[in-house]
């Protein structure tokens, strides 16, 4: 007997990541990013949202205070997604990430999202992407997905990100 499939409503909630030092992980998506400091738990702990949510991202030392990135090769987070809701949305964080001097480690145009890849001052890995409509995305012959990892012009995106007139 077939396992059902998982409901298509789910969505992957918050992400809490283990951080060397509070206040510079803080700063990082709090300046970097734009994420607002909704709750702190003394030193040890902090959440951050975006709109008003209760958390995104949830930072802790509780484990890892002065802590290094794990090395490579090692199992663990290869990355967490931001999810924009357009291109232009996506286009205003590339320029704010730029202004705050964020190196990119990478952009690529998958065909169903464009994303682009950089790490927080801990190691872990982001990916901030947007997703094309899915009537958009691209298609085998029979009707499979067909992914792609092309390259990303990231001054058309920011191009794109500037208000028209």
Request: without cysteine; hydrophobic residues 40%; aromatic residues 8%.
């Amino acid at each position: 007997m077939a396992q059902p499939a998982i409901d298509p409503g789910v969505a992957i909630g918050h992400v809490h990541l283990k951080v060397a030092d509070i206040e510079r992980s803080v700063a990082f998506y709090r300046d970097a990013f734009g994420f607002e400091l909704m709750q702190r738990f003394g030193d040890g702990a902090a959440f951050l949202s975006g709109g008003g949510y209760h958390h995104h991202l949830g930072l802790n030392t509780w484990e890892s205070k002065g802590g290094k990135p794990p090395a490579g090769g090692t199992t663990g987070l290869y990355h967490f997604a931001i999810l924009y809701p357009t291109r232009a949305a996506l286009g205003r964080a590339l320029a704010r990430l730029l202004r705050h001097r964020v190196p990119i480690d990478g952009a690529a145009d998958h065909g169903v999202s464009e994303a682009i890849y950089l790490h927080d001052p801990d190691g872990n890995g982001i990916e901030i992407y947007r997703d094309r409509p899915q009537e958009q995305w691209p298609r085998t012959p029979d009707g499979g997905l067909a992914m792609v990892s092309e390259p990303l012009d990231l001054q058309a995106l920011l191009r794109d990100a500037q208000p028209a007139g």
